[in-house]
C-alpha cells in the first residue's frame, strides 16, 4: 500500500494562494489516481480534486473549480494542489488520498473509492 504524507498547509489571508503537496511512498504511484479531499469542523469529509493515473484527466469540485489546480509528478511520487483566491469557506484540514479505481470515481462516489489517506494538513483563511 501507498503511504502519503502533506504538506504546505498554513494560514493565509482571503485572496492569497497556497501550495499543497503530497509525497508518496512504499507503492507503485502510478497504478492510483490521486485527489484530494477536505474536512471542515463539524462537516463531512468532501471531494475537492483528482488527477488521473497518467495525469491526463484533473476533476474538480464546483466549490474550487476555477482556483484550485491539481497536478502530479510520476517520476517523484508526488501530487500536488495549487490554490488561489482563497476564501474562508476553504478553511479545513486537507486530505491527499489515493485510489486503485479512477479518479472520476472519486468525483462521483467521494470517500469510499479512496484506498490510502493521508493524515491530512490544515489550511486556514482569514477574512
Known amino acids: 500500500q501507498v503511504q502519503l504524507v502533506e504538506s504546505g498547509g498554513g494560514l493565509v489571508q482571503a485572496g492569497g494562494s497556497l501550495r499543497l503537496s503530497c509525497a508518496a511512498s512504499?507503492?507503485?504511484?502510478?497504478?492510483?489516481?490521486m485527489g484530494w479531499f477536505r474536512q471542515a469542523p463539524g462537516k463531512e469529509r468532501e471531494f475537492v480534486a483528482a488527477?488521473?493515473?497518467?495525469?491526463?484527466?484533473?476533476y474538480y469540485a464546483d466549490s474550487v473549480k476555477g482556483r484550485f489546480l491539481i497536478s502530479r509528478d510520476n517520476a517523484k511520487n508526488t501530487v500536488s494542489l495549487q490554490m488561489m483566491s482563497l476564501k474562508p469557506e476553504d478553511t479545513a484540514v486537507y486530505y491527499c488520498a489515493a485510489s486503485t479505481s479512477t479518479g472520476r470515481a472519486m468525483t462521483n462516489t467521494g470517500p469510499s473509492v479512496v484506498d490510502n489517506w493521508g493524515k491530512g494538513t490544515l489550511v486556514t483563511v482569514s477574512s
Open positions: 512504499g507503492g507503485t504511484f502510478s497504478n492510483y489516481a
Open positions: 488527477i488521473s493515473r497518467s495525469g491526463g484527466q484533473r
